[in-house]
């Protein structure tokens, strides 16, 4: 037996890591969405079909969604003063960096996106006509820079949180491709939830049908690698395979998040059903509380 | 050669007094909750069969410092002599530092920036040694040069058997237990 008494206390580290509260995961799932409906945003657009009234303002969303998101990371700082040296340094071995940079290119490119997508005369304000031009006469790269900006921020939210070598359950590659199809999944989900045309909601459901099983396959993966990994790792997968996360993490994520609006979805298309939005909103609330789990679970 | 130091603690001669605790919160006006160096006791075995180590323990000044790679503004830095230290004017506060760190050897200070041990560089840099080192009243810490193999904390693991906490962290901690 071994006991280990440390005398400190310190109620960000002890008796386990607690630095990270609701701000960050909520900030994961607003980016994870936002990177979503950027690719699809690009996605429908490439597709070359005309897109809906709805498809052409849902494009600005994600720059509204990462604001929302940005409010609830500077909520985090602990030294809100100082949360412009972000742009001060770019640090390429911190996912952190990268992120606080992908936001910010992110930001022109998508609200570009959305203003070249819009119909003439739909948004009638003549201080934004020379953007608009720009807009139009970069409209292919804008949208490739989108899809590609895109799936940087979905993948950056995992590859921040597995980049963090000393905690067990954060430290996995896949963490990166889980958190992107996840965002891939819920930003589908988001736009399914306004009036999309009959084919583009046929096409986004079908994406969240992929991406949905693409998750589940990535879960399955991560957690056999976690479970078959060392012992910090087998600790690690314990707290989803039977420990304190696990009845969250199944029933929440697994069960609620995933398999069911997968199989709602399915039935959907399958039979003609007329859809309605419980689908993508268990989608979203699976989608945060993937974060919200992985977020704590991992400080244990 | 450039200085790289180290500091061995010597768990034998330990009895977990705290004055290095006291001397570092003195030194370094350490606010109350904060912390940059403490005691650990770790006991081994089922009563009566007990044994115990006590350690002082501070950052280890990692070579691989895996709260510099993790800081995205680069106030988590490399100093003099390999020392990790935290540039207070470049921190936002964001806690990525200490999730990275496998020792939790970072607190936010109430200022708002993150704050650690320096090996009391201020100390070093005028020739003298870290406050905790010089309070202890067992002679169980040694701070010094490791690229000076005369250097008593080179002598100290040339002749003695060590050993550093989580290897496995991949960190290569400069802070060595004597046992």
């Known amino acids: 037996m071994n006991e280990l008494d440390v005398a400190r206390y310190s109620h960000l580290i002890d ?24 690719v699809l945003s690009s996605w429908l657009a490439l597709g070359g079909a005309r ?15 990462v604001a929302l998101g940005m409010g609830a990371l500077f909520l985090d700082l602990s030294y809100k003063l100082h949360a412009w040296r972000f742009y001060l340094a770019f640090r390429w071995t911190s996912p952190m960096s990268w992120g606080a940079w ?58 921040l949180l597995s980049t963090l070598g000393a905690r067990a359950l954060w430290s ?11 965002g891939l999944s819920s930003g589908a989900a988001f736009v399914l939830l306004f009036r999309l045309s009959e084919e583009e909601r046929h096409r986004v459901t079908r994406f969240d049908q992929v991406a949905i099983a693409v998750e589940l396959a990535v879960l399955l993966l991560f957690l056999v690698g976690l479970a ?4 910090a790792g087998k600790d690690a997968a314990g707290l989803l395979l039977g420990g304190p996360f696990t009845a969250s993490f199944w029933s929440l994520v697994v069960i609620a998040g995933l398999a069911v609006p997968f199989l709602l979805e399915a039935l959907e ?18 989608g945060f509380a993937l974060r919200f789990i992985f977020v704590a679970a991992g400080q244990v | 050669m450039s200085a790289r130091f180290a ?18 919160k003195t030194e370094n006006a350490v606010p109350e909750g904060g912390f940059r160096d403490w005691i650990a006791q770790e006991v081994h075995g089922v009563f009566p069969d007990l044994s115990m180590q006590i350690r002082s323990e501070r950052c280890n000044h990692c070579a691989a410092p895996s709260c510099v790679d993790a ?9 003099q002599g390999g020392i990790v230290a935290v540039a207070r004017n470049k921190c936002t506060g964001c806690k990525a530092c200490i999730a990275a760190c496998p020792y939790g050897a970072r607190y936010v200070h109430p200022a708002g920036y993150v704050d650690k041990c320096t090996f009391c560089l201020h100390r070093v840099a005028k020739g003298k040694a870290p406050a905790c080192v010089e309070t202890c009243p067992t002679r169980s810490l040694t701070f010094g040069d490791l690229a000076d193999p005369e250097s008593p904390v080179s002598r100290l693991l040339r002749s003695r058997r060590y050993a550093v906490l989580r290897e496995e962290s991949g960190n290569r901690p400069q802070v060595f237990f004597l046992a």
């Open chain 1, 228 to 231: 078959t990994s060392g012992a």
């Open chain 1, 172 to 182: 996995s590659a896949l963490l990166g491709p889980l958190f992107l199809v996840s």
């Open chain 2, 71 to 79: 800081c995205p503004t680069g106030a988590s830095h490399v100093a």
């Open chain 1, 15 to 38: 008796p386990k890591l607690h630095i990270w509260g609701w701000e960050i995961p909520v900030y994961l799932f607003l980016g994870g969405v936002a990177a979503g409906g950027m």
């Open chain 1, 269 to 286: 298309t399958a039979l003609n059903l007329r859809a309605t939005a419980l689908a993508p909103l268990l989608v979203l609330a699976g």
């Open chain 1, 102 to 159: 992908i936001l910010v290119v992110m930001m022109p490119v998508s609200l570009l996106v959305a203003l070249g997508g819009l119909e003439e005369g739909e948004l009638s304000w003549p201080a934004l006509a020379p953007l608009r031009a720009v807009a139009l006469r970069y409209r292919p790269l804008l949208l490739r820079a989108n899809l590609v900006l895109g799936a940087g921020l979905g993948l950056y939210t995992g590859v």
């Open chain 2, 7 to 24: 500091m061995a603690v010597d768990t034998v001669r330990c009895v977990g007094c705290n004055g290095c605790v006291i001397a570092c």
């Open chain 1, 51 to 65: 897109p809906s009234r709805a498809a052409r303002w849902l494009a600005f969303a994600p720059a509204g969604l």
